[in-house]
């Protein structure tokens, strides 16, 4: 139960929407939050990641208490839909900010070299993001992530700005790097197709607040989220039955 | 003919410019003479005193610009960014009035230091005062425009550097000095350009042998000694300086008078030191003292009398019949040229409006009022002439000012509705009336408060075209403080103060980011 992420009564005002959240995420597990935009989705990302500061409740992982821990000190590495690579230092050089952040950073060091080449960039070190495809930026992101070598990984819609085949990669490298590295992932997505492609548990949220949470089968047919599915979980029965097989 | 507007402002500009540039050879074809040691002198020290103000603006900006950028979030925060915009809207004679009361021989810094048995602090009249005058009207605006190009850096990398665990070192290695080093080039050669033409400055705070530039010499070489022939030699340095200094921050892609856009609130998250907070408060206490003097002193005079004054009143009068004209007449040419840049086809003609719309920020006030003082000399003073010549050029040299308000948001519509209002089959006034006046009208009224609080605040043009029934207030603000008349000058420049800013302010509220 140490290596669950436990999010309980946690409390924050921003401007007029008050969010309350209480979500567990078992170790290991990859858990989609959907629901409508403003309903707090990347807001409780921030919050685990330390961006934002609860006014109330506890964030735990690893049998420690988060709330008052920096975002580097986390077990958190975050992934934006954007913006997660700076345009002035190559692929490798961004890569390498994650093994040390003060050094000039390495992009030939050893652990850059492989990093890249496990998200399939290899070769791809010396090119800068202003020369790399939406696709590729965000797997140098995912490489990054990889070296700082967290147990917890954040996605908020990293795949929103991909096409149809790219997104399909994306999963399954996503997929393929929770398994050899045992990680717990949580991913903002608008798209049930991802959350059924890659996650085992589903969250709903609206208005601030977790309103559903469970096996992905179960929250993607589940006819209260009609209204924010349409008929997706129905003409998409056997896809939910197979979630988590990328 | 569809361009005919466009071809007609500029006309207008080449005639204006033109007559001034045949006024002064036709009176003096240069001579060799004329390049002497003191030429040289005034080209040095011209050059000098813009570099040293650029290093000493744009030096100080930067760490000032990182310190409001890592505090972002402050109470008045958004009143510090105002403030730090109204020396822009100040006319430039009314700020040296406010930097004289602080740091002049009677200023309030001397009557502090004696009162602790301090010694003067040195004299204020040369360079040092015309630094100390160009760090004023600039440390601001390069602040605002580092700290713009630091609120560009995505929220995302922000937290990506704050789990990445960035120390201030390579924070600023990896954020902050890219993006300020992106715009660097770009607001040095603007501040250069500003402290290159800068005349009024120069005119109240150097004009000595020793602390002269070309435009103040100019200016000299007219008023007092009547040497067109070096007035000529002066005024063709200048065009040549001040036109290889726009080249180069052509070059760098940076747009005179870029207005930056900073909001209240940095995205960045907070982080704040003591060093952040004392180098905001250093910065602070130097614009807000001069401001703080120009008001109490000016509060301090006799307002009642000087309302009843007929020369302030007549002055008030004279300013707003040349800025309201001056105004309208460069918003309306900015538009003909906009116009006829976005509907006109060939490459040369574009070439020549976008060249109409900018040929004034090489060819500065003086250098159009000294042209025109040479020709009025020349075929007899007449009121009527003089008063159209000052709105005209007065419009002619807001007129770059007005195009980078007025142009972006022409070719933003333009890209936005016209395609639209085709397939809609809508008719020319159908689509002035329902689609370019609601959408252009802000953007208009911001060019036309902009250049209205230019026109308000020359002193260049009137300085050599004015006489003693052609008075603005910037005018008779300078007469007043020639005469020693103290009292008087601190409520002029109090009205001239209220009046540009209250414009100003009025033109930044109307702006629409389209």
Known sequence: MNDTLEITDVALTLGETNFAFDLV????????????????????????????????????????????????????????????????????????????????????????????????????????PGKLSGGERQRVAIARCLLRDRQILLLDEPFAALGPALRQNMLALIGRLRDERDLTIILVTHSPTDAAALADRVAYLDAGRVIVSGPTQDILSDTRLEGYLGNWGMKNHSVVALGGNV | MRTLPAWLALGAIATLIGGAALALVSVAPATSGVFDTWFWSVLSFTLWQAGLSTLLSVGLAVPVARALSRCSNFPGRKWLLTLFGLPLALPALVAVFGILAVYGGRGWLNGLGTAFGLPALPNI???????????????????????????????????????????????????????IRADLPGVIGLVFMLCLTSFAVVLILGGGPSATTLDVAIYQALRFDFDPARAVVLATAQVLVTGIALVIIAKFGLQLNEEPTISAASPRPGERSVVDIFLIGAATLFVLLPLAALVLKGLGAEMGRLAQDKAVQRATLTSLAVAVPAALIAVSAALALVHGRLRGGGRLQNLLFSAAGNVTLVVSPVLLGAGWFVALNRFGYDWALAASLLIAANAALALPFAMRVVGPAVLSIAARTDRLSAQLGLSVSARLRLVWWPMLRRPLATAFAFTMALSLGDLGVIALIGNQDLVTLPALLMQRMGSYRTDDAAGIALILAIVAISIFTLGDRGKVRL
């Open chain 1, 25 to 128: 995420c078992p170790a290991s597990s990859t858990t989609a939050l959907i629901g409508p935009s403003g309903s707090g989705k990347t807001t409780l990302l921030n919050l685990i990641a330390g961006f934002l500061t609860p006014q109330g409740g506890e964030i735990r992982a690893m049998g420690t208490t988060l709330n008052a821990m920096p975002p580097d000190r986390r077990p958190v590495s975050m992934v934006f839909q954007d913006h997660n690579l700076f345009p002035h230092l190559t692929a490798g050089q961004n890569v390498a900010l994650g093994l040390s952040a003060t050094a000039r950073p390495d992009a030939n060091h050893p652990q850059v070299l492989e990093a890249l080449s496990n998200v399939g960039l290899a070769g791809k070190a010396e090119r800068y």
């Open chain 2, 125 to 179: 009249y040369g360079l040092d005062g015309i630094l100390l005058a160009h760090t004023f009207f600039n440390l601001p605006l390069a602040i605002r425009l580092l700290l713009a190009a630091l609120d560009r850096v995505p929220l995302e990398q922000w937290r990506l550097g704050q789990q990445l665990s960035f120390s201030g070192w390579t924070t600023f290695r990896n954020m902050e000095w890219p993006a």
